[in-house]
């Protein structure tokens, strides 16, 4: 596979921090805020990171939002990490549906358990939470160390207020603490058929929690044709209430024209 074909970016806090200044930029089909915070309230640095890599011939996108403590290390690693390994990633992300999502996992697993990552953990200043998501066709597969959340919106689950497809977990991280040097490691993952027409996915780092305003308009992200404006609004929001940790968040739209699956009787519409 020639490297063209895949789009790529990533990012960490210690580059741009973001202090003070709430972005919001489009990667491809991607949309990205990001703010790192008051610096009047109390905020000094930005430790969350990402890596996007998305392949619209191979209708698949595979992102990772990443929220360290200490230091922006940990974050580093991971993305160092997982861009040495990227050819071998972007072939599983090209393999038939029906196996991808074992696959996938098997590799990441492969990646953390290694002792080479391992004793790199070792050596960093702090740990980092890490969400890793891949979307192809009409398939969403999530992989979940610690706090950062995945939300899925779409009117038919909206309807029964269910959107958030992750627990976010307290005491998991990859770093200094590092989760994958239990006897088990712990994490945990999942899958989720999009329904029929368009999707929205949102992953996002926990800074907006201590924001009640914004708390209480996650949801409405989803609503409106304008991903973009209603992010930057999310945004602008968190600076205006001088929000002192950072927020991160990576949103976008997939509309599946495929059917997707619904009850025999008629309760569920």
Known sequence: ?????????????SENN?????????FKNITMGRYGGSKS??????????LIWC????????????DAHSSSESAELIINTL???????????????????????????????????????????????????VRKSNFLWWFSVGDCMLFLFHADLLFWNQNMLNQRNFYEWIGK??????????YSSGRRELRTGFNNI????????????????????FHGDDLSGNINSFVRGLHNDKTIDSTTLISWNVE???SSSKPSDSQYG
């Open 18 to 26: 973001f202090l003070d200044q709430p972005s919001v930029e489009s």
């Open 177 to 186: 603490v590092n989760t994958f040097e239990l006897e088990v490691p712990c």
């Open 256 to 258: 599946n024209i495929k």
């Open 41 to 50: 309230a109390g905020a000094t640095k930005n430790e969350d990171g990402l």
């Open 83 to 133: 861009t040495k390994e990227k050819e071998n990633i972007f072939s599983i992300l090209n393999r038939s549906i029906k196996h991808l999502f074992i696959d996938i996992e098997s590799c990441i697993l492969e990646f953390f358990k290694s002792e080479n990552f391992v004793n790199a953990c070792k050596k960093v200043s702090g740990e980092t939470s890490c969400l890793i998501c």
């Open 1 to 13: 596979m020639s490297k063209h074909e895949v789009s790529e970016i990533n990012w960490t806090g």
């Open 55 to 66: 392949d619209p011939n191979n209708d698949w996108e595979f992102v990772i939002l990443l």
């Open 202 to 221: 949102l992953m996002v780092t926990d800074g907006f929690l201590q924001n009640d305003q914004q708390v209480n308009t996650i949801n409405n992200l």
